[in-house]
């Protein structure tokens, strides 16, 4: 399918006398020591070459729209600790390049192609190529960037496959975690039933570290540690998902640990839920991802102001950002071979520097065969909360007593996967989120 992507990219390029250059990733050890960590090839070179090994580069003739793979020259030393060495027909085989080189050749096929030019995707590559091949001409480390992204941002149908291959077994991991969850249990208990799950399936990569953050872990964006004992009455937040064939699957939900929600954990799980499915459903080809935000900003503040935790106009507190003490990142991003993916600011789009919306990390108008998700939350951190309450602007919208007693509160987040389709969306996610389903399979487990 790699050959597709190709096509995709040369298709992007005039005919000229120059060349694309990329390196692959090598392996990454721990520090200094012989401790490997698990290889993840780069993702445009996964994307151009499928390629699932280290140390290989490649040039795109953009001249005769032709694709050179420069293989690293293997040593029986290597075949002892790594396994079989692959022979050129192998290779051949397994990556049908057009022409297929050692690395050692590079210097000498890139003098016969005689590139008036390189482009390359970022300085780093642009410098090693310089320095490495004493490359004196120009670099350009801006238009294959671009134009990668806008190869990688709109899915081809076997991207797509992949990307529903991801999400059905996270499906299945998130389920499994629902099943599992009671008071008592160590957050990392329900992380090895997920990761269980997912590499039995064949999933061993996950697509970025997994959040299973109970009490008031729940509100700390990036909660990693994962080893808190989970409490009678603690919400637990399970943001996670892994990789299939590169692509990945990125779900939320948030569960109540001993089955049934609070009177107020309730209340505030539907405002997040009806923000979040009246943003599904307004995605259609030509919306703007921006404008989806602030909308679920809105009913979520409408939704505290109906619990008395805030207090005001709604219109005054959209204005006065009151939304950002409690939804401080962005509704969503786009989603693909990296979880937070590439694209969601074309050339020429800034960043909103206003808060609750500056970290939205894609603004622009959605299209077909982009994916995207969709997460909004709701979260009671005291490090914006109480210097809020200290806030004269602000303090007037919040019901301090209300506020304080939620400080142990945590978040709730809902995450959903998203293909854009040529009329709506397909919702690649199919993990319980509605109230009573989540209850019922609790009480059942
Ligand atoms: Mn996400």
Known sequence: MNHLHRQKLFSLFDQEQAVVYLRGAEIMHRYETDYEFPFRQESNFWYLTGVDEPDYQLLLDLNQQEYHLFAPDRDSQFAVWHGRVKTKEQIQDEYEPDHLHYDSALPKVLDELGPGKIYCVNDQQGDYFKDTFDYQGPVDVDVLTERLTHCRVFKTDWELDQMREAARVNNVAHR??????????????????????????????????????????SAIMHYVNNDRKIEDGDLLLIDAGYEYRGYASDFTRTYPANGSFTKIQAAVYETVLEA???????IEPDVKMEKIHMQAARTMMQGLKEADIIRGSIEDIMENDVFALFFPHG??????????????????VEKIERPGIEYLRARRNLQPDMVVTIEPGIYFIPALLKPALDNPDLNSFLNREKVESLFDFGGIRIEDNIIITDDGYENLTDVPKERDAIEQIMAAS
């Open 176 to 217: 499994r975690v629902l099943k599992a969850l009671e008071p008592g249990k160590y957050e990392y208990e329900l992380k090895a039933v997920f990761d269980y799950h997912q590499i039995k399936n064949g999933l061993l990569q996950p697509a970025y570290t997994g959040i299973f953050g109970s009490g008031p872990n």
């Open 276 to 282: 979040q499915k009246k943003a599904i459903d307004m």
């Open 331 to 348: 509704l969503g991003h786009f989603l693909g071979l990296d979880t937070h993916d590439v694209g969601g600011y074309p050339k020429g």
